[in-house]
C-alpha cells in the first residue's frame, strides 16, 4: 500500500554522504515493482520509493542525483561496472528514496544539472537516460547509419532512447500504443512510429524502415515482442533488453540467433561513465528528458495509477 505521511524521522547523513532537499522525484516502473510487492525487490518496510531525484545539497548546489550506490572497491566497481557492483543498492529500493522532503545520498553520486532545466527535468534524467545509454551505446554499440527499433517509445526508457539513437547518427523506428503517443516519437526523431499492439506489429515496423532488417533492437516488455525482435534483427544484429514488464519469460527461436550471428544483451541500469556520458550529451542539445505531468508528492498513489494505465508519455514527476 503507498501511503503519504507527514511524520517520518529525519535522514541521517554518513561521512560521506550529504542531505539533498529534494525538490522533484520522477516516477518509475520500478516505483510500482516494489510497490506489488516483487520478490526482486525485498524491501523493508515503511520504506520511502523514488530513485530518480533533483534537489539541493547541504552546500546550496542544484543536483540530480545517480541512482545506483556503489561501493567502489569490488570487482566490478574496479572494471568500471559499478552497475553490478557486488554490494550495490539502488536509492528508493535497497534504501529510502526521494518521495521525501529530504534524503540521504552519497556525495559522490551527485551531478550538476544543466543549465534552464526545471526540476522535474532534471529528476527525470537519470535513471532512464542512464538506462538507454548504457543498452545502446555500451552493450549494442550503435553506429552512424545503423537502424533502431525502439519498442515503447512512449515510455520514459524509450523516449530516451529515440533521442540516444538519433545523437548517434542511426535511424529510428519506434513502437507505441496509440496515435498521440506514435506522432510524439516521430517528434522526438523517429522516422515513423508503428501500433505494438496490432497483430502485425513486427510486418508494419520492417515495412517502415524500408522492407529492411534492423541492426539494433531496444525492448523491456519481453514476451512476444522480445520473439518478434529477434526476428526483425539482420545479420549481426544485437536485441539489448532491460525488462519483462508484459511477460519475463519469452521463447527464442535459436535459429535466428546462430544462422544470422544475433547477440543478445541484458541491461540493468547502467554505470557512472553511462550517467555522465548522456548528461553531456543533453548539454549539448542531443538529449532532454520528457515530462509529461506533475504531480504534488501527496498526489502518488495518482501518479502510480497514470503509471499503471499506460497514461503517461515519458515520465511523471512529483514535486515538493
Not at 214 to 232: N, P, Q, R, S, T
Request: hydrophobic fraction near 45%.
Amino acid at each position: 500500500m503507498l501511503r503519504y505521511e507527514t511524520d517520518i524521522p529525519e535522514p541521517v547523513a554518513l561521512e560521506d554522504e550529504t542531505i539533498v532537499t529534494v525538490k522533484a522525484c520522477a516516477l518509475n516502473h520500478l516505483d510500482v515493482w516494489i510497490r506489488r510487492g516483487v520478490p526482486a525487490y525485498q524491501t523493508q518496510l515503511p520504506h520511502i520509493l523514488g530513485c530518480d531525484i533533483a534537489g539541493i545539497d547541504a552546500e546550496g548546489n542544484k543536483v540530480l542525483v545517480n541512482p545506483i550506490v556503489a561501493c567502489g572497491v569490488c570487482r566490478w566497481c574496479l572494471a568500471g561496472r559499478d552497475n553490478l557492483c557486488a554490494k550495490g543498492v539502488v536509492i528508493g529500493a535497497g534504501r529510502p528514496g526521494g518521495y521525501a522532503e529530504r534524503v540521504a545520498v552519497p556525495k559522490r553520486n551527485l551531478l550538476s544539472i544543466p543549465e534552464g532545466w526545471s526540476w522535474e527535468e532534471a529528476a527525470a534524467f537519470p535513471l532512464v537516460s542512464q538506462t538507454a545509454w548504457h543498452m545502446l551505446v555500451a552493450l549494442a554499440e550503435i553506429e552512424p547509419g545503423e537502424s533502431v527499433l525502439v519498442i515503447g517509445g512512449g515510455s520514459g526508457v524509450g523516449s530516451a532512447a529515440i533521442q540516444i539513437a538519433r545523437h548517434k547518427s542511426a535511424s529510428v523506428i519506434a513502437t507505441a500504443g496509440n496515435e498521440t503517443k506514435r506522432a510524439r516519437c516521430v517528434e522526438l526523431g523517429a522516422s515513423a512510429a508503428v501500433d505494438h499492439y496490432a497483430e502485425d506489429w513486427a510486418a508494419q515496423a520492417k515495412e517502415a524502415n524500408g522492407g529492411k532488417l534492423f541492426d539494433v533492437a531496444f525492448e523491456h516488455v519481453g514476451g512476444h515482442i522480445f520473439e518478434g525482435c529477434l526476428k526483425l534483427l539482420g545479420k549481426g544484429g544485437r536485441l539489448v533488453t532491460c525488462g519483462g514488464t508484459i511477460d519475463a519469460q519469452p521463447k527464442a527461436d535459436v535459429r535466428y540467433l546462430f544462422s544470422r550471428e544475433l547477440t543478445i544483451k541484458g541491461g540493468f541500469i547502467g554505470t557512472k561513465r553511462d550517467l555522465a556520458e548522456a548528461l553531456e550529451a543533453a548539454r549539448q542539445g542531443g538529449l532532454k528528458p520528457i515530462v509529461s505531468e506533475t504531480l504534488p508528492l501527496e498526489k502518488a498513489q495518482e501518479a502510480h495509477r497514470k503509471i499503471e494505465a499506460g497514461e503517461v508519455f515519458g515520465k511523471i514527476a512529483l514535486t515538493l
